[in-house]
């Protein structure tokens, strides 16, 4: 099959773009979902990549499912084994922390690979222990509002100390002492929440040479969708497993996308 077939000359460029830092800014409905799934075609078929070698990342389950459906009917039906990896962000995560991830328990007490996953009933439930604890209730802050607060801060690679030493009133003092005893909740219990998984996959490939050099090598070329919509942690994962190339293409909106990942190098538009 001819993968360049039907496409304009920039989303044909796109496709047909291997080697090096690709940028592809493109709005809703411009067919990017299009470009990205011919583009993993044609590496794997015409440029014989390996294709498990191949790693895309989407923000749902949804959208990675219909993607790998999309490759996977390109190639003829390829076996999924042979196809490429599409994941989220997280469930990439929870697949690099529980292959690789048992250095880990150097920097995080109690931890090891078969960690568990809080899910938001879990995570307030813990929290709701933790106020009962503190003799805290609802008035102080709504349950939410601090889980809320507390996924911000670790968005920011904040943790407790950290939301102490900013806070300007008593309140704010109070939720990172209530920070502080939430992650200690998910560290006796071996779990992760959401925000975890991607901030812990990142100090593993921080720490462990090893473990980073092992993932640079397995994963030669990376794609992110939605690229305007990644956070710090989201970015630093990217980086961190494209140190051995520059193969990286990322696709966002022309009028939101943060460069940061394509100023690598020089990539190509669409």
Request: charged residues 25%; neutral net charge.
């Amino acid at each position: 099959m001819d993968f360049l077939s039907g496409l304009n000359p920039q989303q044909r460029e796109a496709v047909a773009h291997v080697q090096g830092p690709l940028l592809i800014l493109a709005g809703a409905g411009s067919g990017k979902t299009r470009v990205i799934t011919h583009r993993i075609a044609h590496l794997i078929d015409r440029e014989g990549i390996y294709g498990p070698s191949i790693l895309a990342v989407t923000f749902t389950n949804k959208a990675s499912g219909e993607m790998r459906e999309r490759v996977l009917k390109l190639l003829n039906h390829l076996p999924a084994e042979a196809g490429p990896m599409v994941a989220t962000f997280h469930s990439f995560c929870v697949r690099l922390l529980r292959r690789d991830g048992a250095t880990l328990a150097d920097l995080r007490r109690n931890f090891t690979t078969g960690f568990h996953i809080y899910d938001d009933d879990d995570q307030l439930a813990l929290l709701k222990q933790i106020y009962k604890k503190l003799g805290l209730d609802d008035k102080f802050m709504q349950h939410r509002a601090a889980l809320s607060r507390i996924s911000h801060s670790k968005n920011q690679k904040q943790g407790p100390a950290d939301l102490y030493k900013m806070s300007a009133d008593p309140k704010a003092a109070k939720l990172a002492v209530v920070f502080e005893h939430y992650q200690q909740g998910l560290e006796a219990a071996n779990a992760l929440d959401f925000d975890d998984l991607l901030l812990e996959a990142v100090r593993l490939l921080q720490y462990d040479t090893e473990v980073r050099q092992l993932w640079n090598r397995r994963l030669q070329f990376l794609m992110i969708d939605e690229y305007q919509d990644t956070n710090r942690s989201q970015y630093e994962l990217m980086r961190l497993l494209s140190e051995a190339h520059s193969n990286v293409a990322v696709v966002g909106d022309e009028d939101q996308i943060d460069l940061r990942l394509a100023r690598r190098g020089h990539p190509q538009h669409s």
